[in-house]
């Protein structure tokens, strides 16, 4: 089996402020190997987009990487200069779909013109080689050929939209990097916006890491996902076995606040309270004010994951799994039990 496109190892990143060291993301673990589409969802503020720049080396002045390791296929990028990241990582292994990101092609030049910089400071491409893959691209993403040397304005919004895919596409990245990539898009536009992710990935074989707090978007499009809170990796796992039977706090109550369509009628729970603002060293669950079934405990220790299958695919980090899992699952594990016996 090759080695994963990506591995994050117990990564923690913290921003220096007046009042101290905020801690945005602890001890944070997952991989995404190749061709794989990976989930990582939470409330606002839980650390998702934190992560994803420290990916692509774009942390704020204030924000450092204080532990943990950052590997692109098997190469360990976390203390990667600037020069480093552009020469070796940026649009090349890694490239990004950020917010807004029909905010960010620049509006005084044509998208060719863009493209063409670009291959100048991250390739060896001539510009007449940079307009040819650009073409390819914009084919692959649905848009003419013929219009990589328009403007932006001429564009539609989803027509940008496709055009920062294929922007993003052009040096033929191992892993995508999206945050938030459909927060200005309605409905229509996003299914026709991951119609070509999935051509793209059939093509070409790219990964991608699919940052959001929309649970339907990563079920529809993700092979696996990981759950955070607070900073902290809640629950890892492939994507169905996930959400059919979560078993950490946060991810069942994170799955009972959204809508069933077989159940309509369902009323939907609440995750009451707001993640914390952690400061220093995060040394509790940062759910543990939240969570119906904390003790003294979880305010004196971080959980680690633990192994839920066997096969080490499913973990969740949480100290109380066996009192969750039998509150939860406990009657249904019964009537499993009972049937398979021959009970009716």
Wanted: some cysteine.
């Amino acid at each position: 089996m090759s080695q994963p496109v990506l591995e994050v190892s117990d990564l923690t990143i913290q921003y220096s402020t007046e009042s101290g060291p905020v801690t945005a993301v602890s001890d944070a673990s997952f991989t995404i190997d190749e061709g794989e589409y990976f989930g990582l969802v939470g409330e606002s503020g839980c650390g998702k987009s934190t992560l994803a720049r420290a990916v692509i080396g774009g942390l704020d002045d204030n924000g450092q990487i204080t532990s943990g390791s950052i590997r692109v296929n098997g190469e360990e990028i976390q203390d990667y200069t600037t020069e480093e990241m552009n020469d070796r990582i940026r649009w090349k292994s890694i490239s990004f779909i950020p917010q807004s990101s029909m905010n960010n092609l620049d509006p005084l030049l044509r998208i060719e013109n863009q493209a063409q910089k670009l291959a100048e400071i991250h390739s060896d491409m001539s510009p007449e080689e940079a307009s040819d893959r650009l073409a390819e691209m914009f084919e692959i993403v649905g848009l003419s050929k013929s219009r990589i040397s328009d403007y932006p304005h001429q564009f539609s919004g989803g027509m940008q939209q496709r055009a920062v895919i294929a922007m993003a596409l052009f040096l033929d990245p191992d892993l995508i990097v999206a945050d938030e990539p459909t927060t200005a898009l309605d409905v229509i536009m996003q299914d026709q916006m991951f119609k070509y992710l999935d051509e793209v990935r059939e093509e070409l074989d790219t990964s991608m890491m699919l940052i959001t707090h929309d649970m339907s978007l990563i079920y529809e499009n993700c092979n696996k996902l990981a759950i955070m809170h607070s900073g902290q990796v809640a629950e890892y796992g492939y994507t169905d076995t996930v959400l059919a039977e979560p078993r950490h706090p946060y991810s069942i109550q994170l799955k009972q606040a959204f809508p069933d369509v077989h159940k309509p009628d369902k009323e939907l729970a609440t995750v009451k309270g707001s993640p914390p603002q952690m400061m220093g060293e995060v040394d509790y669950c940062t759910f543990v004010d939240r969570c119906p079934w904390a003790t003294e405990e979880c305010s004196m220790d971080a959980p680690v994951q633990q192994e839920i299958s066997d096969d080490g695919l499913h973990t969740a980090a949480c100290f109380r799994l066996d009192e969750v899992y039998q509150d939860e699952y406990g009657e249904k594990q019964a009537v499993g039990d009972n049937r398979s016996r021959g009970d009716p």
